[in-house]
């Protein structure tokens, strides 16, 4: 069955053009200005901007942390996914201490085959770092894991800066690429003491015990690694100008650096956590939202390439669960819902109010990620022999953030009431219209992506 979308404004990272797409058995034949097919189904696509599908690279759906289990799993997650626009996510598959790396990324499986209504793929989080381990990154690259998890904090996740420099030297080897979360452990412990020491216990003492300080420190203590190992690397949730600017340094010396940010970073600034009662709480995450400035700094970064991708780090908690903390600010689960939002937020505040380009947008949502995550020129672009998945974004659709109205498994939004100008519409996964008018038409639709090395 061949589908026909006529008259829309076809996005790519380099132009938007007024052309036609045909579609056909999960794949684009052809993309030209004008398309005559009797056979095809014709949908009429004028006014409306169409997107290759967006990629999430950093999600956790159905992670066990913090004494609990995030609220959403891999069926609520992506169905939440797939109505923002979001056709393709990459979750942290998670290696628990002791496991091998073949179990946890079974585990994952069983956790979202069968289940996702968008498609799948998985980075591996590595917490236990042995020579067993190290042998079985083959594998992971064998099972089309070809990315790589690294913490530089959290008690059950933390890797020795001797053991990340192995694990870099090991990906080198093989191809492979890590993303590291990057925070000055030793410090924001001692911090944290100082509060609870003055009897700061409320989530206010977030923020200011993981100072972007110790972000910067981080990143510049990866940067030295990583330029020993010969390895590139990538930072995850980039939230500050002080860490940006020690990506500016390795990348003048020559290192190959990529870097992620999220909308949290770029729409929230640090004044939440001084909301009423417990309100705070719903926007602990680490590392925190940062100030204002910091806001200018990421958008022109976007803009001037300096920042390549847009996730979410999707970690949705419900009040309840944020509530374990309402005692001890350190007891709050960290993270925040934004697969349902984060497409809608980026081209209503970005292109929208003209922060960012068409083009721009394309980029960090979709062809940037599908690069460096080895899954282009499969996804991340609307060119012939690509997979059918098209986010059609209507510019003229207006609509409120409502925790009442979303598919994400939260009783809150962290952007409730903010009103949208231009929402996505319909969205095409492998060729299927599995949305339409924002709304879910078909679900469990996804597949498992084998994904190959990076080539951003």
Known sequence: MKTLLKNGLVVSGEETRKADVLLEDGKILWVKSEIACDEATVIDMTGKILFPGFIDAHTHFDLEVANTVTADDFETGTRAAIVGGTTLIIDFATQNKGETLKEALANWHKKADDKSSCDY?????????????????????????????????????????????QVLKRLVEVGGIAGVHCENAPLIDALIAEHKAKGNLGP??????????????????????????????????????????????????????????????????????????????????????????????????????????????????????????????????????????????????????KRITLETACRVLSENPAKLYGVYPQKGCIAPGSDADITIIDPKKRKVIRASEQLQNVDYAPFEGVELEGCVDQVFLRGQLVVEDGKLLKEKQGQYIHRGKSNL
């Open 204 to 353: 206010s003492a977030h923020p200011t015990s993981r100072p972007d300080d110790m972000e910067a420190e981080a990143v510049h203590r990866l940067m030295v690694i990583a330029k020993e190992a010969d390895s590139p690397i990538i930072v995850v949730h980039l939230t500050n100008e002080k860490a940006l600017n020690e990506i500016r340094t390795a990348r003048a010396k020559g290192q190959k650096v990529y870097a992620e940010t999220c909308p949290q970073y770029l729409l929230l600034d640090d004044s939440v956590y001084e909301k009423p009662g417990f309100e705070g709480a719903k926007y602990v995450c680490s590392p925190p939202v940062r100030k204002k400035h910091d806001q200018e700094v990421l958008w022109k970064a976007i803009v001037d390439g300096e920042v390549n991708t847009m996730s979410t780090d999707h970690c949705s908690f419900t009040t309840q669960q944020k509530a374990m903390g309402k005692d001890d600010f350190t007891k709050i689960p960290n993270g925040m819902p934004g697969v349902e939002t984060r497409g809608n937020l980026i081209y209503s505040e970005g292109v929208a109010k």
């Open 121 to 165: 793929a998985f980075h591996m989080a590595i917490s236990d770092w042995n020579p067993n381990v190290s042998r079985e990154i083959d594998d992971m690259m064998a099972a089309g894991v070809t990315t790589f998890k690294l913490y530089m904090t959290y008690p059950a996740m933390i890797l020795n800066d001797g053991e990340i420099y």
